[in-house]
């Protein structure tokens, strides 16, 4: 059986309709056999088999096309009635009716959208049966329109199931050559860093000393990027951004230092700190910062120049909250949409440094800690960002029992 063969046997058997179609076809004819077969010029092969007959032909099972009268009708494509073969003027002597044993016997063509010959809607018995000038005929010519449409439409959705699944892979394969690319990026980024430190702190000369920063700086920035790569692809390939969850009785501390960093980039602009006790708190501490320097970086970027930027944290009935507040434009409903999505944009073109993926993967730290974020923003009040983290959903693993 050729490979064109299988694939319309595998359409037809995926066409919920085709043995409902028989089925009516038996009920309203009287006749115990029917069947739609694929007719090329050699072979008639059964796509879908009604059987009441015990003919013993199922599904897939071929006949030499030329002893059928399906290759007549292949040639012709008209359709075939006969009432009773034994007495039918044309068909009486005809080998087909004697070779397969029947009397009464129809057979309409099915056509692809294209007019490309399909095969047939195919009926028989051998018993004879009033079908000339009923409405046997038009009905089974309307089910072989409606199974061209249904051969269509199927074809067509295995398409696009086939075209979706090999993006999916090419998708996933980038991913993976971004991780891996990401990943084998850090250690010589590590190095440019380390040396640019280390010359920063022993060139006299300022203006070497002035290409030396400038290096740490792009090297520092290019990690940055390295690090968003990674956390995306983590996030997309379906594992999400890992977190260590242990308690961390310094997290105010460290998230005056994400603060105090951000202040030394942009010394103009003002950063007050709003910022509790935390101890007690459990999380996973680097990427908490992670967070707000992320949601600090986006506020100090797109947030009124002339305004200060407000960073507060918080414990309050056993909810963790991280909240950084700016004044500005309000985000528009488009962007707010899309806001947590990763290399969202501003709409309007604005030139931005960066990937577009802080605001991704805060989101996505959000999430592995069992938290959520949240972001209003309006002309009058301005735009706050916030996580919100239960403390009952984050708990530093149990110790290993020890070992005797």
């Known amino acids: 059986m050729s490979t ?34 694929r007719v090329t010029e050699n072979n008639w092969t059964a796509c879908a088999v009604l059987d009441n007959l015990g003919f013993g032909l199922g599904v897939g099972g071929e006949l030499d096309a030329a002893t059928t009268l399906c290759h007549e009708i292949r040639g012709s494509h008209q359709t075939i009635v006969i009432d009773k073969a ?12 004697r070779l397969y044993r029947f009397e009464s016997y129809i057979s309409v063509p099915v056509f692809r959208t294209n007019g490309s010959f399909f095969g047939t809607i195919c009926a028989l018995d051998p018993a004879p049966a009033a079908l000339t000038g009923s409405a046997i005929q038009p009905m089974m010519e309307s089910f072989a329109r409606l199974l061209t449409i249904q051969i269509e439409s199927e074809e067509a959705a295995q398409q696009t199931e086939a075209a979706l699944k090999k993006e999916l892979a090419i998708a996933e394969l980038r991913e993976q050559f971004i991780a891996v690319l990401g990943h084998d990026l850090r250690n010589p980024l590590f190095a440019i860093t380390a040396g640019a430190e280390l010359l920063v702190k022993r060139l006299g ?67 007050r700190l709003h910022i509790d006790d935390l101890s007690g708190m459990c999380c996973d501490r680097e990427r908490i910062t992670q967070l707000l ?63 577009g993926l802080g605001l991704y993967i805060a989101n996505q730290i959000a999430l592995a800690h069992g938290g959520r974020m949240e972001v209003v923003s309006s002309r009058e009040a301005g735009t706050l960002f916030s996580l919100r983290l239960p403390l009952d959903r984050v708990a530093p693993p149990e110790p290993a029992p020890a070992t005797p």
């Open 86 to 97: 034994s007495e039918d003027a044309r068909y009486c002597h005809h080998p087909t009716p």
């Open 4 to 37: 064109a063969i299988t694939a319309d046997l595998a359409t037809i058997a995926r066409i919920n309709a085709v043995p409902a179609i028989l089925q009516v076809i038996c009920e309203t004819t009287g006749m115990r056999f029917a069947a739609v077969a």
């Open 293 to 355: 320097s992320n949601l600090l970086a986006n506020a100090l970027n797109h947030g009124d120049a002339n305004s200060p930027v407000d960073v507060s944290a918080r414990i309050e009935q056993q909810v963790f909250t991280l909240g950084v507040h700016n004044q500005g434009a309000p985000i528009a409903p488009a962007v707010m949409a899309q806001l947590f999505q990763p290399f969202s944009r501003p709409l309007d073109g604005t030139p931005q440094s960066g990937l």
């Open 205 to 271: 000369d300022a203006r070497s000393r002035t290409i030396a920063e400038h290096i740490l700086a792009s090297g520092r920035r290019a990690t940055e990027l390295v690090r968003d790569v990674l956390d995306f692809a983590r996030g997309r390939l379906g594992n999400g951004i890992m977190v260590n969850i242990q308690p961390c009785p310094d997290l105010d501390t460290a998230l005056r230092q994400v603060a105090s960093e951000l202040q030394r980039v942009y010394p103009q602009r003002v950063i």
